[in-house]
Nanobody, 119 residues
Framework: QVQLAESGGGLVQAGGSLRLSCVAS????????MGWYRQAPGKQRDLVAE???????NYADSVKGRFTISRGNAKNMVYLQMNSLKPEDTAVYYC?????????????WGQGTQVTVSS
């Protein structure tokens, strides 16, 4: 089992910045990647950014150039630096971890942290 704990959400004005953190505990071996997703009210949960075990990053088009994903040296922590925030970035942000289990990948999710951007 893997547990994910997020922190860093909050209320910020448009143009401001926030940094989200996520730490994995438990049996976090065989991780293939970690990332951040977000879900706004009435909408589906979408990928924001992800980073593979090898360090390759991927971003949603809507956040490219504004958000940066990184991880700690121990590779069980992942961060999301969010700059130039817009009201449309308002959502619950979820940390995600993918673990290789047998022949497949198993996803783990954090509880989510609210990010609200006021105009």
């Amino acid at each position: 089992q893997v547990q994910l704990a997020e922190s860093g959400g909050g209320l910020v004005q448009a143009g401001g910045s926030l940094r989200l953190s996520c730490v994995a505990s438990g049996n976090w071996f065989s991780i293939t990647g970690m990332g951040w997703y977000r879900q706004a009210p009435g909408k589906q949960r979408d990928l924001v950014a992800e980073i593979t075990w090898e360090g390759t990053t991927n971003y949603a088009d809507s956040v490219k150039g504004r958000f940066t994903i990184s991880r700690g040296n121990a590779k069980n922590m992942v961060y999301l630096q969010m700059n130039s925030l817009k009201p449309e970035d308002t959502a619950v942000y979820y940390c995600n971890l993918r673990q290789l289990q047998g022949a497949g990948l198993f996803p783990y999710w954090g509880q989510g942290t609210q990010v609200t951007v006021s105009s």
